[in-house]
């Protein structure tokens, strides 16, 4: 008689974590890559029946809206990740020269990482309140102007204050990479370069710079794909607003699944800024590997 077929042990052991992987990861993806091909709203279930093709990707297509807010995700995403880059590498090259503390610094340096993005959001929505906000007192005080600014009523404003909330929230990701890079970097090449006659600037352009230059962009792969998704101190400080002039693609999406009930195009929209997300990121990964094939090639 043939002997019935038993799974290994390791299949065994590995099996329940299989099932509730399918079940709150697998099952829900397929069930909303279904629904992004279904006129589906929150208000009339049965429509989720009714197969409707790629209607909603070509809508989505043709909506000046969706672009618009994809065109603001992406320039909120620029101006964050070279400014927290720029930040991260001064903070990393500070705590690196520091000579006591050292550890102290890093610590501090850590501590706006440790607050939940909600929490960052009401922080800069207050202090950037034009009434009782700390900026527009501050100002006021040292006379730097003689009234209230609308920091979140001003569309530009606003998308001023949200970069400055990214930007203190997440610079530490920057500096602690890069802080990573220079304390493993070899002291011999910028001891040889100080030799040859090489000015501070100059080791720092052509050796320090290239070194770190993977940690850099590790960093920065991270911040592309935390502000590709940008949605907690948007929704918070302004939630798109004013008249959706910071509106950026996943405050947008979450506007037409629960306020429009729209769930069918909402997922489409979803699908659509994910891939999005995966062509920034393998553009990221193709920079990292030029970086480190550079670090071989010189090192």
């Known amino acids: 008689m043939m002997r019935g077929w038993k799974p290994a042990p390791h299949v065994l052991l590995l099996l329940p ?5 399918a079940a709150v990861v697998v099952v829900p993806l397929l069930l909303s890559l279904y629904s992004s091909f279904t006129p589906f709203r929150l208000t009339r279930p049965d429509s989720i029946y009714t197969f ?30 070279n400014l927290e880059m720029v930040l991260g590498l001064v903070l990393a090259l500070l705590v690196e020269k520091a000579t006591r503390g050292q ?18 959001g009401f922080q800069f929505k207050f ?11 501050a100002l006021q005080s040292l006379g730097l102007t003689d009234q209230a600014i609308p920091w979140l009523i001003d569309g ?24 990573a890079g220079l304390m493993a970097m070899p002291r ?7 030799v040859d006659g090489c000015t501070p600037l100059q080791s720092f352009r052509y050796v320090t710079w290239p070194f770190v230059m993977p940690f850099a962009f590790i960093a920065m792969t991270i911040r592309s794909l935390d502000i590709a998704r940008a949605y907690d101190i948007v929704k918070i400080m ?9 509106e950026i693609l996943w405050t947008m999406i979450a506007r037409t699944a629960y ?19 995966i062509l920034f990121t393998a553009m990221f990964f193709r920079q990292l590997a030029k970086a480190r094939q550079q670090i071989g090639a010189e090192w």
């Open 188 to 194: 011999e090449p910028l001891e040889a370069a100080k």
């Open 259 to 277: 306020s429009d009930a729209r769930m069918g195009l909402a997922n489409a929209m979803s699908y659509i800024a994910i891939l999005l997300s």
């Open 17 to 21: 974590a299989f099932i509730v992987l």
């Open 238 to 246: 302004t939630d798109g607003g004013p008249a959706g002039r910071t």
């Open 52 to 81: 409707i093709g790629f209607r909603n990707y070509e809508r989505i297509l043709t909506d000046k809206d969706f672009w618009i807010a994809f065109g603001r995700t992406v320039l909120l995403l620029t101006f964050a990740l």
């Open 103 to 120: 550890r102290i610094l890093r610590t501090i340096m850590m501590f706006p990482m440790m607050f939940s993005p909600v929490l960052v």
């Open 156 to 179: 530009q404003l606003a998308f001023i204050a949200i970069l400055v909330a990214e930007i203190w929230s997440s610079t530490a990701v920057f500096a602690i990479f890069i802080l």
């Open 127 to 137: 202090m950037f309140n034009d009434n009782i906000g700390i900026v527009n007192n």
